[in-house]
């Protein structure tokens, strides 16, 4: 089976820049999360999608940041404008269900901000 | 609020060693914990999935045990190699949560020499 599938593997902007980032879950995985992963710490929830809805995004900076998964597949995970904090790996997984089952991660994509 | 600690940060062994990373935290109520490996530049692999009904699991050299009442994790490897050496990130479902967040420690890097 096909995993996570993530775009870029890296890249790098300069602050006040916008970024986008791109993930395809594992085909038939209802639930999306977006993970933020800060050098030497774990990752962190951003934002939880079930089908095309949020169900979480209590840990997601609004002011900069914007998540889409138009159709309940893909999902785009979106900063403007970028600040050196955000330099970090952005994970994507996929699981069957909203309850997590089947918990798979992508490779992520390294962001530089300088 | 639920926080996750892993300690060592890191761990430097010889070949062959046996060895125990532990994790704690805070809340009890917790629906399962997960031991994930990441290899640098990679994404998070499931190695064990406990849960909160269950002592222990164990894959091949890996033993996990979980005391929720006491909010610790062990993951034991056994006749530890130089292919062990990665992050291994302990990450736990709270209970009281609907959704499929996970909470991540900060990790144990582990160094197996030859």
């Known amino acids: 089976e096909a995993g996570v599938a993530q775009s870029p593997r890296y890249k790098i902007i300069e602050k006040r820049q916008s970024v986008a980032f791109w993930c395809n879950p594992i085909?038939?995985?209802?639930?999306l999360y977006w993970y933020q992963q800060i050098l030497g710490q774990g990752p962190k929830l951003l934002i939880q999608?079930?089908?095309?809805?949020?169900?979480?995004d209590s840990q997601l900076p609004k002011d900069r940041f914007s998540a889409e998964r138009l159709k309940g597949v893909d999902s785009t995970l979106k900063i403007q404008p970028a600040k050196l904090e955000d330099s970090a790996v952005y994970l994507c997984?996929?699981?069957?269900?909203?309850?997590?089952?089947?918990?798979?991660f992508g490779s992520g994509t390294r962001l530089t901000v300088v | 609020k639920q926080e996750v600690t892993q300690i060592p940060a890191a761990l430097s062994v010889p070949e062959g060693e046996n060895l125990v990373l532990n994790c704690s935290f805070t809340?009890?109520?917790?629906?399962?914990l997960q031991w994930f490996r990441q290899d640098p530049g990679k994404g998070l692999t499931s190695l064990l999935l406990?849960?909160?009904?269950?002592r222990e699991q164990t894959s091949g050299r890996l033993n996990a045990s979980l005391d929720k009442s006491s909010g610790r994790s062990t993951l034991y490897i056994a006749a530890s190699q130089p292919g062990d050496s990665a992050t291994y990130l302990c990450?736990?479902?709270?209970?009281?949560?609907?959704?499929?967040?996970?909470?991540f420690g900060q990790g144990t890097t582990l160094q197996v020499k030859p």
């Open positions: 085909s038939g995985h209802a639930t």
């Open positions: 809340d009890s109520a917790i629906y399962n």
């Open positions: 997984a996929s699981s069957f269900d909203s309850r997590g089952y089947g918990y798979t």
């Open positions: 406990i849960q909160s009904s269950q």
């Open positions: 990450a736990v479902r709270p209970g009281s949560s609907n959704t499929g967040k996970l909470i």
């Open positions: 999608f079930q089908n095309n809805g949020v169900v979480d």
